[in-house]
Structures are given as structure tokens and as C-alpha cells.
């Protein structure tokens, strides 16, 4: 093995599912990875979106991550150990969620006259308040993150008697809901009572637990459906495991946000990667025919060649850290499941204050890297409001969750309305979000190795799994859970091809990944043979 030319692995994709998958095979302990990396963009994709944001009236300078990064401890275990071991340094952040009703035209009130009396409020709506956006909203609750605050901050368009009402009625539902995700397990089958379907949904689990309708619409969901960047209805959706999870793992926990940026983070995982490809579109990912090879080819062009000359070249692994929809089109054997992982495209802008018209610009890129953290500024360490403006629909209620930077600028995710380009835009930005559902989650938990219910004997010998012909996923869609940067860092972790391979953080986290993957190898005709679990983590890859 010593002697062996290491082998060669392709990663395409620079999200952090790809940027970590490279970093575990490039710092193999014993060199039996040579990787490159394919990126379709001209940055790595990780952190592309964001910008550091300058004040010219005091002169600060805030890296802003797009979308928001902020990770909640307990649920994010396997991120912070990673963190720990490069060195990325972290700090607590505490906020006031804001719960608001975006208002339309009618429910606005009209201006003052010249005594400032207010002049017939329609519909007896409170006072509208023009936000970041140039929309109208009604506060209706703040929340302390923690209980950091105690009494919860007064929104001040209620009577002293309703709030307190308000608040006992939260104490309750809120300790009701918290008890039943740690007493009442989601259930794993469908109404008719077959497994491996991916269980019931969120919408179904708070139905059975009998939770008013009026705290899951009003607080509940707009605030899960904001860290899921999604609309209400899509949040009912999803798997109730995967929010029941996310929920005893997060209660209590604090939120963290890298100093400085995540970009920090890109810097780290990506040093001494040698052969990076940017600007490299990869059309095609061929598997080996049935006459026992085992390269696997790549056909990729050039975003920057104008005479569209295709390059194809043979690698003996490849990982596709991508989204489903990309991975589907760019590898045949994933096309039939695609339409069973519904995508989205998710907006999110940086605003700054329309009242500070040309105080805020964009850093050109070589300043951005002198941009600091101002956490550790003046008024830092203060608590971060994150309003949560949700227009409530019959057809299906939406949330728009405006963060409220510490420079001042405001960093809009899932607008209600499609922003444009308002004058007050310094940047903005779509990614693509893989959404959950049981459907899906089985579809996922079937092609990574990890389904339930599911007889090996009688499973398709045809049905492509998670390292057949070398081609292995990750993505923070390819693990049992929210689609969220955990998902990434476990996903890195579980490709086979460097699972012998424990560095760091990696040996002390292994427990934490839901669900053992059962490996199948191809035999020279091409089928599927199944390889027992105790047999697949300690699998060397061949030389």
C-alpha cells in the first residue's frame, strides 16, 4: 500500500459538505488521496455569497455570511467539533425574536395630521411599522432567546392584562410541546402500517399531540419554518422526527456564529488543496461498464471556454456534493428518484437601513479579508433581533426573517415579495433548498444504504446505493435530519471511501450519526451484494 500511487478522487461541489469531504481525504494520515476539486462558480461556493459591509460614518467593517450561519449547540455536535479542531474560533450570540404580522395596504394606518392624531385606524389594526424592507408589519410578541430576558420584552401595541395572558398561555403551550417531543416519539410508519415510507409528518405528529393551532401557526411555525427556509405549509411536511430531533437537541442550547465570518471556516478546510477547478461545469458522471473496470469518468467544460470543448477525464472515486437536483442531472442512476426530493430556490439580500441612504457600501474583495468581528466590539455582545414577519394566508402562510446585524444592516431571508433591486440592496443571493418529506426522507434513507423495512434479498439488485461504482453523495440532504449544515459535516463523514480514516473530532462523534449504512459491492455482472454493517466501517478502500 505504501508504494501504491494514491488514488484519485473527484469532490464536485464547494459547499461545505464538498470543502469537508475534501479536507478528511487530502489529510489522510497515510496519503491514499489525491484530490480534485470541480466547481462550476468562480469562488468556492461555501461562502461566495457573502460580503463585508462598511459604516462610513464610523468606519466599522462587519462580515456579513449570506444566508445567515448561526448553529445551535447540541444539534450541531459534529460542526463544532469540527470547529474545535481547526481552530475556528466561536462566539454565544443571544437573540429577541420578534413574531410580527406583515400588513397589507388596508390594515395600514394612515398618516398623522398635523397634531399627530392618528385619523380612523382601519379594521382597529395597532400602529404599522415600516421596516427594512419598505413593508408594513404588527408586533405581536418578542421572545428572549434562553429566557436571556425575563419578563419577555413588553411589544407595547397590547394592554399590560392581554400580555400577561399572552405570556402564561405560551408557558403552557411551549412546556407542552417541549414535553411531548421528549415523551412522545414520532411514529415511524404510515397510516396503513408499512415501514421505511419515512413516518408521519410534523403537520400529523402536533395534530396527535393536540397542540392549539393557534400557537403552531403563530409562533411555532413561523419560527422553525424561518431555520428551514421554507413556507408553513412545506414545514408541516416535513418528517416530525426531524423537527422532534432538532427540538431535544437545541432545548437549552445557545446559538454560536463564527468570528469574523465563515469564510474562516472556507480558508481552513480548503488550505492545500492543490488541484482546484473553478469555472469547471461537469455535464456527466459515467459509472464503469459491467467488463470488471472500476474508473469512474467525468465529462466537464470550461465556463470560461467559448468554443465549448468538453474535457473528459477517469477518476477511481468520485463524491457528489451537491444538491439532489444537480446530482440527478449530472448521474443517471439517481434520475429516478428526483422528483421524489422536492428543491426550492431561496432568496436572501443584505439591506441596509433606508434611512442611511450611502452610509453602508461593499468591501471590494481584497478588503473583505480585513474585515473583523464585531462581536467583540462596542455593543457586540448585545442581543440580535431577528423579526419574523409572516403573512398569514388560507392558501398558505409564509415567513420573511429579517436578522438585524450589529453593523446595522439587515440581512432579509424568503422575502415576502420579491425584492428587485431597491436602492437599499448591497447584495443578494439564491441557493437552492432541498425540502423534506417522508417521502423523500425514505427515498434518501433508501440510496444511502440506511432504509428500514427493507429486505435485502428482495431489494432491487438493480437499485443504485451510496458507493456503488465508486460514486459516493454528501450534502446536508444525504443524512437523517434537518437539511442544515450538520447534515454536511455527517454526510462527510459517512462517504466510505476514506472510513478508515478517523481524524480529529471524527472518532468521538460516530454515535451521533442516525442510522448504520448497509454497503453493497458490485460484482463483476454488475449486481448489488450486501455487505454486513460490522464489515462496511472498517472496509479499506481498495488501492
Keep these: 500500500m505504501a508504494d501504491s500511487p494514491p488514488s484519485r478522487v473527484a469532490v464536485i461541489g464547494t459547499g461545505l459538505a464538498g470543502l469537508t469531504t475534501a479536507y478528511l481525504l487530502q489529510n489522510d494520515d497515510q496519503k ?37 450561519r448561526a448553529s445551535a449547540g447540541g444539534y450541531y455536535a459534529n460542526l463544532m467539533q469540527m470547529y474545535n479542531h481547526l481552530g475556528v474560533p466561536l462566539h454565544p450570540i443571544r437573540f429577541l425574536f420578534v413574531f410580527a404580522e406583515a400588513l397589507s395596504r388596508s390594515q395600514r394606518s394612515p ?31 418578542i421572545h428572549a432567546s434562553n429566557l436571556h430576558q425575563t419578563p419577555p420584552p413588553w411589544p407595547g401595541n397590547r394592554g399590560v392584562i392581554p400580555h400577561i395572558i399572552e405570556v402564561m398561555y405560551l408557558i403552557v403551550c411551549h412546556f ?64 416530525a422526527s426531524d423537527v422532534v430531533n432538532y427540538k431535544k437537541l437545541s432545548h437549552g442550547q445557545h446559538h454560536y456564529a463564527v468570528c469574523g465570518g465563515v469564510s474562516q471556516v472556507q480558508s481552513k478546510v480548503g488550505q492545500g488543496m492543490d488541484d482546484v477547478r473553478l469555472g469547471a461545469r461537469v455535464l456527466e458522471v459515467t459509472t464503469p461498464n459491467t467488463d470488471g473496470g472500476t474508473a469512474v469518468s467525468i465529462r466537464w467544460q470550461s465556463t470560461q471556454d467559448t468554443s ?25 442512476p439517481l434520475r429516478s428518484i428526483a422528483d421524489k426530493i422536492p428543491t426550492v430556490q431561496v432568496e436572501s439580500s443584505v439591506l441596509a437601513p433606508v434611512a442611511a441612504k450611502g452610509t453602508y457600501s461593499v468591501m471590494n474583495e481584497h478588503d473583505q479579508l480585513a474585515s473583523g468581528c464585531m462581536h467583540h466590539g462596542k455593543n457586540g455582545a448585545e442581543a440580535q433581533t431577528i423579526t419574523f414577519k409572516t403573512k398569514f394566508s388560507s ?3 409564509r415567513t420573511e426573517a429579517l436578522h438585524a446585524m450589529p453593523s446595522g444592516v439587515v440581512v432579509s431571508t424568503c422575502p415576502l415579495d420579491s425584492p428587485g433591486h431597491p436602492k437599499n440592496m448591497l447584495q443578494h443571493a439564491q441557493f437552492t433548498r ?15 444504504g440506511r432504509a428500514a423495512g427493507v429486505d435485502d434479498e428482495v431489494q432491487d439488485e438493480d437499485e443504485w446505493v451510496n458507493g456503488d461504482d465508486n460514486v459516493w453523495l454528501a450534502g446536508a440532504w444525504c ?15 459517512q462517504v466510505d471511501a476514506m472510513e478508515s480514516f478517523v481524524h480529529g473530532w471524527m472518532g468521538r462523534r460516530l454515535a451521533f450519526v442516525s442510522g ?28
Excluded at 474535457?311 to 448521474?331: H, Q
Design 434 to 448: 432541498t425540502l423534506r418529506t417522508p417521502r423523500s426522507r425514505a427515498a434518501v434513507e433508501k440510496i444511502m
Design 176 to 239: 407542552w410541546f417541549s414535553l411531548a417531543c421528549f415523551a412522545i416519539q414520532p411514529i415511524s410508519t404510515s397510516t396503513n402500517g408499512s415501514e421505511g415510507d419515512g413516518g408521519e409528518t410534523f403537520g400529523e405528529y402536533l395534530e396527535r399531540i393536540w397542540l392549539p393551532r393557534r400557537y403552531a401557526s403563530q409562533y411555532l411555525l413561523p419560527l422553525m419554518s424561518s431555520v428551514s427556509t421554507c413556507t408553513h405549509d412545506e414545514m408541516l411536511n416535513f418528517p
Design 32 to 68: 491514499r488521496y489525491q484530490v480534485t476539486l470541480f466547481e462550476q462558480a468562480q469562488n468556492l461556493s461555501f461562502d461566495a455569497a457573502s460580503v463585508a459591509v462598511k459604516n462610513s460614518k464610523t468606519g466599522d467593517i462587519e462580515r456579513v455570511d449570506l444566508p445567515m
Design 479 to 493: 443524512w437523517d435530519g434537518m437539511v442544515l449544515l450538520e447534515g454536511c459535516v455527517v454526510s462527510a463523514m
Design 308 to 332: 465549448g470543448k468538453v474535457s473528459e477525464e477517469s477518476f477511481d472515486r468520485v463524491v457528489l456534493a451537491v444538491s439532489p437536483d444537480v446530482a440527478a442531472k449530472i448521474f443517471e
Design 395 to 397: 392558501k398558505g402562510s
Design 516 to 543: 448504520t449504512p448497509r454497503r453493497r459491492r458490485r460484482d463483476p455482472c454488475g449486481r448489488g451484494i450486501t455487505v454486513p454493517p460490522e464489515e462496511a466501517i472498517g472496509m479499506a478502500p481498495s488501492s
Design 111 to 141: 398618516p398623522s395630521t398635523a397634531t399627530g392624531a392618528k385619523v380612523n385606524p382601519p379594521l382597529n389594526k395597532p400602529d404599522a411599522e415600516v421596516d427594512t424592507t419598505g413593508g408594513a408589519l404588527r408586533r405581536y410578541f
